[in-house]
């Protein structure tokens, strides 16, 4: 086990003129699970790659443990790797495609014995160790890759994508598999996902990316909670938060010439960021056009506009809804970003703009 640590890394394509990756500092803990998550292209799995070896580094520098690793293959990294289509060998048996890597190594017989019994035994593939891949289903080929991962015993597991392949409700069990599995055997981790949702559970930390660059880091609450910019407001939480053109007006956050919240006070164009969760829809407050209802069963969520601005409302209640109704929403809950450049304007910025009464 190690710590893994990125500086500056980048990453340019021969012939590209464009970056993939720029400039990516992180810094992970021995045992900690980083989930690196953003939109498709935004360079996960070339970021992975590089630390597994498998593309060149053109910027920075890597280190596994105290080792620089840019110049090491990937089989001197210490690594093992689980790919989203499992790339396991056909033509082998469970038990084979579980020791092949370290026969490969040399590793001695028992040893390989020991380790391939104790990984079934913790995925319950104990009854498929002689059945070939293709005789297994997609959820149980997925967990021969993670203990072929396992019986290796790297310095970190890199994952890019491995659930992909799976059903929704496969995909939570394998998801909840996977972080107790790593917890349990505290494995450094760096594992790749474009789903909000797989990040959100699985990571102690996550690192948004946006065009190769990293928007955010941190714990998911923290993210969540505290967005650093429009874009991973927008992106980290299901209903996305609504992000609403506004300005400030005597000390109030106006929307479409209504008067949202009492916040404070700075110059020129806002963008107002509100949580479905966080607007209430009552008999008073600003009014909402009411466009479509999402059923969900524990709750609802009422999608409509204020002005002619999208906007999503958590609702727990069931009775009918007019076309138009009101909402409100709690102060210390909205989020303000600077339109011009997308970036979280600071709470405090708020607090002393708010005029003396
Ligand atoms: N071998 C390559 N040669 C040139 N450009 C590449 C190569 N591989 C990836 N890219 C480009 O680098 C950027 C990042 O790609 P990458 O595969 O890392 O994205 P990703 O975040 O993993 O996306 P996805 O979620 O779709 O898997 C993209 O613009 C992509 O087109
Ligand atoms: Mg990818």
Redesign the pocket.
Known sequence: MAHLSLKNVG?T????N?A??AGVDIEIADGEFIVLV??????????L?MVAGL?TVTDGEIRIGDRVVNQLDPAERDIAMVFQNYALYPHMSVRDNMAYGLKNRKTPKAEIEARVAEAARMLELGPYLDRKPRALSGGQRQRVAMGRAIVRQPAAFLF??PLSNLDAKLRVTMRMEIRRLQKRLGTTSLY?T?DQLEAMTLADRLVV?NG?RVEQIGAPLEVYRKPASTFVAAFIGSPAMSLLDARFENGQVMVDGHALAPVGNAPGPVTLGLRAEDLRITSTGVPMRVDYVEELGAHRIVHGAIGDQPVAVVDNGGAALAETVHVLVDPAKLHLFETSTGRRMDTRIQAEAVPAQ
């Open positions: 990453k394509y021969g012939g590209s464009q993939a990756v953003g939109p498709s292209g935004c360079g996960k799995s070339t970021l790659r593309e890019d994508e790749v474009h990316l190769g």
